[in-house]
């Protein structure tokens, strides 16, 4: 019980409520009694007016209800819930390789990761700091840490396909960027965390397993999103004779698997842009996030509230008085 209140000895109080109770059960059977000794119906009529009946009883326990609520909430009950951090910063980086072009998941993997990055990124925390990186052949810091969530989205949206896949790159440029904005807080130490999606493995620059103790010294842990699926395939006219050839491009999950476990991330698949979109939601409700112990008094003291004013209103209509 002390785990639930600040002030668990107020709870009590309770048994003042109970005892009011049981006095008002006492009263109505004396009632009762005062009642039988009136023989005539008539003469009842006269001495005394039609009572309200089970309605005053109504009136009372709700007033009892009420006064319970209050004394909850002067208990002060706690509760865990989600605080957003503050200052915190969240990498998003992800793959524009020529196979997010493929069409296993529609309308094709980059336009899917985009709508589902986009609206991952608007359903964040204010408080919370995002980047953007992009990577291909390279990695690039397409938008710095920001509040501003339209830069970041429209920057979604102007992703472009190119050549390669350099995850190893995109790492350390992740480490670099959250370094950075480490160094602008007062603590100097990150709080921060990536979200890295692709659908591939490194082919050029940084190699991913020389990238991960990078990440790792740093504390800086990579959460990785394999999207896409075995039967993926890209056609891609490199004569350009207008005649593509056709490549497969089945998603590589034993990379980024590895990436994640290596510095403390989450590692998560999706194979198509339903399963996308609730990886993104399961990432959004816990990245950025505390749980901490809150005073919910306020929710308790709020409900005892309408419901004394409930039962005014019922004590109004039905018995003209406040009771």
Do not use: C
């Not at 309308?107 to 964040?124: G, H, I, N, Y």
């Not at 005073?295 to 005014?312: C, R």
């Amino acid at each position: 019980m002390s785990d639930n209140f600040l002030s668990p000895g107020r709870l009590w109080l309770l048994l003042v409520l109970v005892a009011i109770t049981g006095v008002y059960v006492a009263l109505q059977f004396r009632r009762g009694r005062f009642a039988i000794r009136i023989s005539s119906a008539a003469l009842l009529d006269k001495v005394a007016p039609r009572r309200p009946g089970w309605r005053r009883h109504v009136v009372a326990g709700v007033y009892l209800l009420g006064l319970a609520g209050l004394v909850v909430a002067y208990a002060q009950p706690i509760a865990t819930e989600k605080v957003p951090r503050e200052r915190s910063t969240i990498v998003l980086a992800i793959d524009t390789s020529l196979s997010m072009m493929a069409t296993d998941v529609a309308p094709s993997r980059l336009e899917a990761a985009q709508a589902a990055a986009t609206e991952f990124v608007e359903d964040l925390p204010e408080e919370l700091n995002v980047a953007l990186i992009g990577f291909a052949g390279t990695a690039q810091l397409l938008v710095p840490p920001t509040q501003d969530r339209t830069a970041v989205t429209q920057a979604i949206q102007n992703l472009e396909l190119e050549e390669a896949t350099a995850i190893g790159d995109a790492v350390k440029l992740s480490v670099d960027v959250i370094q950075d904005q480490a160094q602008r807080t007062e603590e100097g130490t990150p709080d921060a965390t990536v979200v890295l999606i692709s659908d591939g493995e490194t082919t050029v620059g940084l190699p991913t397993a020389e990238a991960i103790p990078l990440a790792q010294e740093a504390a800086v842990a990579v959460n990785t999103i394999a999207y896409g699926t075995p039967d993926g395939v890209i056609t891609i006219d490199e004569d350009g004779d207008g005649v593509g050839q056709t490549a497969p491009v089945p998603v590589n999950t034993t990379e980024l698997a590895g990436l994640a476990e290596e510095t403390g991330g989450v590692a998560r698949t999706a194979g198509s842009a339903g399963d996308l979109e609730q990886v993104y939601e399961d990432f959004g409700s816990s990245i950025g996030y505390d749980e901490e112990p809150t005073d919910i008094s306020y929710k308790f003291a709020g409900a005892a509230l309408a419901v004394l004013t409930v039962g005014a209103v019922l004590s109004l209509w039905w018995l003209q008085r406040l009771p």
